[in-house]
């Protein structure tokens, strides 16, 4: 049978597809398939236009009336990760730092106030909370994303959140089971491995999964990591994996990870690897982040990103390959979470704590101070060793190097996050050019002994000891010779704080 012609099966297969798009406004193939029967879309900091606050809700409304019952998602997480306010950086606390604070009253109330954002924005599906347990220091894509390295504090604080954001209205999609918390790939560019037994697995990684259905999250995200103890397909297309989330309990939609993302893309193809997931038991395919924004770097456009995934379905129930019950028992989670939305309500003690939390607060009490950093008086320059932001942060917003150089006595030295250039010779550089009498502000994010950002900053404590750093990443697990200001993350309001910190203005940080 030719389904490709069949308008009731083509409506099946949209309605299970859940693409990214190029633009601030909506192009006419996207309308076209809304019209068809897709379920939604996804928005990225792309899509928005930080210039024009009605942007964003006249969208979703037009999103919203070409078809009934549509899923508008965000990817937003607070804190690193942020698409509402990609351009300039979040306002709200990140999860390492709420998991620093460990008061779950507080978590709920951000999530509240996080789903009073989406809310306002016109969508209806929140790519939070990050479950992930982060036990690999060296984690190159979790890390401050993460609420914590212990399952029982992330556990806490991922029920905390997923209950203030649903409770804002909103559905929460907690992520990305059963883990990427002890990775050190990233799979946005690679497959990760994870060696774990499955003792391990469920020890230290699954119990915040199980806190989140526990707290009757509405759906819940793949990840694309290979966990051989169950097998050697990546957990998003992997039949036991998603299975074992339904033995758990959970009777929500099963949403995977973006399958462009290199883990699959690579190794699948975005395709193919659509057709798998379906018959592994997920429900909701995110096509994800447009190829010139993302991991495909303008092989594509978005349109070709989505028939690329609508026409291997399609092919698939031809041949045999995928059977029309499968796409139909996903049709019936993604309806049922559209349902779910249309349901949601706003709880009134939900706003209250949305209004009340204080997010300057929470991130002077999570962040640490070792050593003098004040530079009250100095002239400043502010050197970035990091490396280029990973594609699931992805923001066009610097806040420290904003934050910073607001100030009349500080420049900024150099062009930026490194962006695979050698940070030793970028160090060389900026020494040679940096006149010894202003004192310099590095800007690093992974630290752990060994990285080249950490022997950087041996090298810049030999050559300039009067030097300060800001740790935008998780600390390191020996502390730096110069004085240092860890600041479990990176967005506009940590910068903030973390600048009145070195200029005296901002009291009351943990030493």
């Known amino acids: 049978m030719n389904h490709s012609t069949d308008p009731t099966v083509r409506a099946l297969v949209a309605g299970v597809l859940w693409p990214g798009f190029l633009g601030t406004t909506a192009p006419d193939w996207l309308l076209r398939e809304l019209d068809a029967g897709l379920a939604g879309a996804v928005y990225f900091g792309h899509n928005i236009d930080a210039t024009d606050p009605a942007q964003l809700p006249a969208l979703s409304r037009q999103l919203s009336d070409a078809r009934a019952g549509v899923l508008l998602g965000v990817d937003e997480e607070g804190g690193t ?19 620093r604070v460990d008061d779950t009253e ?11 954002r989406v809310r306002a924005s016109g969508a209806n599906v929140v790519l939070a909370p990050v479950a992930d347990v982060n036990t690999n220091p060296r984690n190159p894509v979790i890390g401050v994303r993460s609420f914590g390295a212990t399952p029982g504090l992330v556990s806490r604080h991922v029920a905390a959140s997923v209950s203030g954001i649903q409770s804002g209205g909103v559905a929460a999609c907690v992520k990305h ?41 509405a759906a819940v995200m793949t990840s694309h990591v290979v966990l051989p103890a169950y097998g050697e397909l990546p957990a998003t297309l992997n ?59 303008g092989a594509t456009d978005d349109v070709d990103d989505y028939t690329e995934v609508r026409d291997a379905l399609l092919a698939a129930l031809d041949d045999g390959t995928l059977s029309i019950s499968a796409l139909e028992r996903a ?7 559209s349902e779910w939305v249309a349901a949601a309500q706003v709880v009134p003690q939900a706003a209250a704590q949305a209004v009340g939390f204080d997010g ?22 502010v050197l970035d060793l990091r490396d280029r932001a990973s594609i699931a942060v992805a923001s066009t ?31 060389s550089d900026a020494l040679a050019e940096i006149p010894a009498e202003r004192t310099i502000v590095a800007l690093v994010d992974a630290v752990q002994p060994g990285s080249p950002q950490r022997r950087a900053l041996g090298m810049l404590a030999a050559a300039r000891p009067g030097s300060v750093v800001v740790n935008a990443g998780l600390p390191a697990a020996e502390p730096s ?18 600048a009145g910190v070195l200029t005296g203005t901002t009291e009351g940080v943990r030493a």
């Open 81 to 99: 990760v942020t698409r509402l306010e990609a351009a300039h950086g979040s306002t709200l606390p990140g999860a390492a730092q709420l998991g």
């Open 106 to 116: 507080v978590t709920r109330a951000v999530g509240a106030e996080l789903a009073a």
């Open 177 to 217: 089971f059963p883990g990427h918390g002890d990775t050190s790939v990233d799979s946005h560019h690679g497959l990760p491995r994870v060696e774990l037994d499955l003792a391990v697995v469920e020890a230290k990684h699954l119990p915040p999964f199980q806190a989140a259905i526990d707290a009757g999250v």
């Open 239 to 297: 039949p036991r994996i998603l299975g074992s989330l339904r033995e758990r309990g959970f009777r929500g939609a099963i949403v995977t990870d973006a399958l462009d993302m290199a883990a699959i893309r690579a190794e699948y193809g975005a395709g193919r690897g659509a057709v798998l997931a379906i018959a592994a038991g997920a429900d909701l395919l995110c096509i994800g982040n447009p190829s010139h924004l993302g991991p495909k770097r």
């Open 331 to 337: 049709s019936r989670a993604v309806a049922d979470l």
């Open 360 to 381: 300057a607060r929470v991130v002077r009490e999570a962040i640490t101070v070792s050593g003098d950093v004040g530079v009250a008086g100095r002239e400043l320059a």
């Open 397 to 427: 917003a610097d806040p420290f190097t904003a934050a910073l150089t607001a100030r009349a006595d500080c420049v900024r030295v150099g062009a930026g996050p490194l962006n695979g250039r050698d940070v030793v010779a970028v160090l």
């Open 481 to 498: 010779v110069l004085p240092t200001v860890d600041a479990y993350g990176v967005s506009r309001l940590t910068a903030d704080v973390v």
